[in-house]
């Protein structure tokens, strides 16, 4: 079975740094390509970030690049977000999301989602 | 700023037919936007519907299906169930690696 469990998630200070995990089991991580997606509170989803199997190429949406870096560590079948420079317009609930083999464009198996809050 | 467009919310009643659609803002939507659909229920994780236009996945119910009609993505429900009231979510690929959601339909079987 897959499972996707995104953590990491908490309160931080606009500005401030927060790194999301995503802890992958049930098919073969090193294989797939994967993303971030969000969800601000009561609004709909957003692409945030994507990186292929082996780590060599990444995609950022235009709202949170040169602040995010999306990375994963295949050894451990794990991926990652690094945000920094946090703001207000982050809040939301990241959800951690598989995509194919050969191709990112499609998104079959989605995580439960870590919720970060940017607030003084 | 690439704007894709659905229908804010829709009604259908139990057993009828309903049709989403989803626009984009830089013309006809093809079969190289690759459009997804996802559904998320209240409280609820999104769930994976359709990709690549018309595929489905395993879990997809026979009652979904995906197409282009009139130079949109569309997602059709027939036999619509209660159990199908959510809101959904269309997304198209633009090159670039950039993948766009709509804003969602709420759909709501009364």
């Known amino acids: 079975e897959v499972q996707l469990v995104e953590s990491g998630g908490g309160l931080v200070q606009p500005g401030g740094s927060l790194r999301l995990s995503c802890a992958a089991s049930g098919f073969t991580f090193s294989s797939y390509w994967m993303h971030w997606v969000r969800q601000a509170p009561g609004k709909g989803l957003v692409w945030v970030s994507h990186?292929?199997?082996?780590?060599?190429?990444?995609t950022y949406a235009d709202s949170v690049t040169g602040r995010f870096t999306i990375s994963r560590d295949n050894a451990k079948n794990t991926l990652y977000l690094q945000m920094n420079s946090l703001r207000g317009e982050d809040t939301a609930v990241y959800y951690c999301?598989?995509?194919?083999?050969?191709?990112?464009?499609?998104?079959?198996?989605w995580g439960q989602g870590t919720l970060v809050t940017v607030s003084s | 700023q690439t704007v894709v467009t659905q229908e804010p919310s829709l009604t259908v009643s139990p057993g009828g037919t309903v049709t989403l659609t989803c626009a984009s803002g830089?013309?006809?939507?093809?079969?190289?936007?690759?459009p997804n659909w996802i559904q998320q229920k209240p409280g609820q994780a999104p769930r994976a519907l359709i990709y690549?236009?018309?595929k489905k996945h395993s879990w997809t119910p026979d009652r979904f299906s995906g197409s282009l009609l009139g130079g949109k993505a569309a997602l059709t429900l027939s036999g619509v169930q209660p159990e199908d009231e959510a809101e959904y979510y269309c997304l198209l690929y633009y090159g670039g690696a950039r993948l766009v959601f709509g804003g969602g339909t709420k759909l709501t079987v009364l």
């Open positions: 690549s236009t018309t």
């Open positions: 999301v598989r995509g194919g083999p050969d191709t990112p464009l499609v998104f079959p198996y």
């Open positions: 990186i292929n199997s082996d780590g060599s190429s990444t």
């Open positions: 830089t013309g006809a939507v093809t079969s190289g936007y690759y």
